[in-house]
């Protein structure tokens, strides 16, 4: 028997489960209640233009915050000796294992207008300063059911999976490629800015697509931090397949949709990634 | 490379504190007296005696449990096969048939749960309207359509970590052991399958961690059949939150810090006795 054929379970799995599914999407997305052909759910689509354009500016704003915390940080866990850096990635992966559901909720006790850290600012005497110097009615910051505790939310949720691919190609580089340039005279900023940054290039790619994908298509964070105000296209997915306005039709049209931009997004970032890479490199 | 100066360190104990934040006060308040999850009124262990009491959470968990192992060892022994398989293949069909492995990994989980409800709900109409009807069953969402989905998404993470194993095993000692005139099967279990095993075994905890941390995709396709500890949780967020939840995440941290623990010793053990032998290697030649 040839070892070839091993496969076979397998694609005829993924014929059955991944390729007939989204076969499926197409489909509902092109036909109405009555099984006719139309394309109705995408001119439907368009009032939701508000979702899209949260969602995507969210997720865009999310992903920078990651990428900035997470580059420096991953920079940072490279540069420390063995031990630690196995105690760091342990305690990165470690939140990954609690549900998400739990730590998002552990959030809301924190942001809330009498959560704890309201609560704390309160002690210290924060808002009676604030009030004795602007003569303002402050008790505490509004945090939660804002679309910034959403971010919040999402660059809490995502933050280790912009960490662990780009700490994983920055440890991998040959120490000796980086003494090299400096043996050559080149000041730090110049061995990042040469070296460091584009062979680190494709941590950073996948790192921004870990976090984006999850974070445009999230729809428990919106609900839990942002208090149903701000509506995400994962709410809005969501709410077509459950709740009252039970609309699988249209629900797989804003799948398509939200598909169909991601893909061109990722396709466009790694093109002008490559190309980054290779302008540096030769 | 130079080393790291206060800022960096600075830098690197800030990210751990947001990181650990949140969970911390969660742990904190599974053992506060009250149900506020604001305010500390004392200590109790009240919501781990209730947690024991309340059938739901616990059926969840048990749900949870069995779908991962399940999920965790067909997808393992079938990931395994395809790895196999897919690295004798020759380069195109072998390009094709992992670009649609990636599909699921790269797809947004509520794209993927959202499809495999649209078959499993037009599966299960189709079924119920013609064979079903006959003898009288009908079939729903459940159990085991959200082990399928578990499946699915699990194999693609088996198949990423085998296939790399397989790239570094030298094709001739299996050759050598069929030379020698071992059977395929026995060539492959003492021969092939160790060299293979970390990334078997490595594939098989990445299926258990993703089907157990998994909540969008088995909210799409578990019906309301059956209910994991994850949906659980988000029923009740909708709501609120008893501190029971707190107490079960706490209760799930420390299993998962000790495993963690263990295995990470475990290894570093393994990584130090490596390199001694390599080390005794290097004298001797």
Redesign the interface.
């Known amino acids: 028997?040839?070892?070839?054929?091993?496969?076979?379970?397998?694609?005829g799995?993924?014929a059955?489960?991944?390729?007939?599914?989204?076969i499926?999407?197409v489909g509902?997305a092109l036909i109405n209640r009555d099984g006719q052909v139309t394309l109705d759910n995408f001119r439907t689509m368009t009032q939701y233009l508000g979702a899209f354009t949260t969602s995507f500016r969210l997720a865009i704003i999310a992903t920078v915050i990651c990428l900035v915390?997470g580059y420096?940080?991953s920079l940072?866990?490279?540069?420390?000796g063995a031990a630690v850096k196995?105690i760091?990635m342990?305690?990165?992966?470690?939140?990954?294992?609690?549900?998400?559901?739990?730590?998002t909720?552990?959030?809301?006790?924190?942001l809330?207008n009498?959560?704890?850290i309201n609560?704390l600012l309160k002690n210290i005497g924060l808002f009676d300063l604030i009030n004795r110097v602007f003569g303002t009615q402050l008790s505490y910051f509004p945090m939660i059911n804002t679309p910034g505790a959403v971010v919040l939310g999402m660059v809490?949720n995502y933050?280790?999976f912009m960490i662990l691919p780009i700490y994983t190609v920055i440890d991998k580089i040959d120490?000796k490629v980086?003494e090299a340039a400096e043996d050559l005279g080149a000041p730090?900023v110049m061995v990042f800015r040469k070296v460091i940054f584009p062979l680190s290039l494709p941590g950073v790619l996948s790192g921004i697509?870990m976090v984006f994908?999850?974070a445009?298509?999230t729809?428990?964070i919106s609900?839990?931090l942002g208090g149903g105000m701000t509506l995400l296209l994962?709410d809005l997915?969501?709410m077509q397949?459950y709740g009252s306005a039970y609309n699988?039709y249209l629900?797989?049209a804003i799948?398509l949709v939200?598909?169909v931009i991601?893909l061109i997004c990722?396709a466009v970032m790694n093109h002008f990634g490559e190309g980054e890479g290779e302008a540096v490199y030769f | 490379?130079?080393?790291?100066g206060i800022f960096?360190?600075l830098?690197?104990l800030l990210?751990?504190v947001?990181?650990?934040?949140?969970?911390l006060?969660?742990i904190v308040?599974s053992f506060n007296d009250s149900k506020s999850?604001?305010v500390w009124q004392g200590f109790s262990l009240k919501w781990y005696l209730k947690l024991f009491d309340d059938s739901r959470i616990l059926n969840a968990l048990v749900t949870t449990v069995e779908i991962s192992v399940l999920a965790m060892i067909v997808s393992t022994i079938?990931?395994t096969?395809?790895a196999?398989?897919?690295?004798?293949?020759r380069k195109r069909p072998r390009a094709i048939?992992m670009a649609?492995?990636n599909?699921?990994m790269?797809?947004?989980?509520?794209?993927?749960g959202?499809?495999?409800?649209?078959?499993f709900v037009?599966a299960a109409g189709a079924f119920n309207a013609t064979l079903g009807s006959l003898f009288g069953v009908e079939i729903r969402l459940g159990f085991f359509t959200l082990l399928?989905?578990h499946?699915?998404f699990d194999?693609p993470y088996v198949?990423l970590s085998v296939l790399p194993k397989l790239n570094q095993c030298d094709p001739n000692i299996e050759e050598a052991a069929q030379d020698l005139g071992a059977t395929?099967w026995l060539a492959f279990r003492k021969v092939v399958f160790p060299e293979i095993r970390p990334g078997v075994l490595n594939g098989a905890i990445m299926a258990f961690?993703m089907s157990?941390?998994d909540?969008?995709i088995s909210y799409?396709t578990a019906g309301s059949g059956a209910s994991t500890?994850?949906m659980e949780?988000?029923a009740m967020?909708?709501k609120r939150?008893s501190p029971e939840?707190n107490a079960l995440?706490t209760l799930?941290?420390v299993v998962?810090?000790t495993l963690?623990?263990v295995v990470?010793i475990r290894s570093?053990r393994e990584e130090k006795a490596a390199a001694k032998r390599e080390a005794l290697l290097r004298q001797k030649n």
């Open positions: 028997m040839k070892k070839k054929y091993l496969a076979i379970p397998y694609v799995w993924m059955i489960f991944v390729i007939v599914p989204l499926l999407v509902y915390i420096p940080v940072w866990l490279a540069r420390e196995r760091a342990i305690a990165i992966m470690l939140p990954m294992w609690m549900n998400f559901l739990l730590r909720y552990a959030w809301m006790s924190l809330e009498t959560g704890i609560t809490y933050l280790p120490p980086i730090p697509t994908i999850p445009v298509s729809f428990a609900k839990l994962g997915i969501e397949f699988p629900g797989s799948s939200m598909m991601v990722m | 490379m130079k080393k790291n960096a360190r830098g690197l990210t751990m947001f990181l650990y934040a949140p969970i006060v969660l308040f999850r604001t079938l990931g096969m395809a196999i398989g897919f690295f004798n293949m048939l649609i492995n599909i699921p790269t797809n947004a989980d509520i794209i993927t959202v499809s495999l409800m649209l078959l037009f399928l989905a499946i699915t194999i198949i395929p961690t157990i941390d909540f969008v799409f500890l994850a949780i988000y967020t909708r939150i939840i995440s799930l941290f998962v810090l963690l623990a990470n570093a």
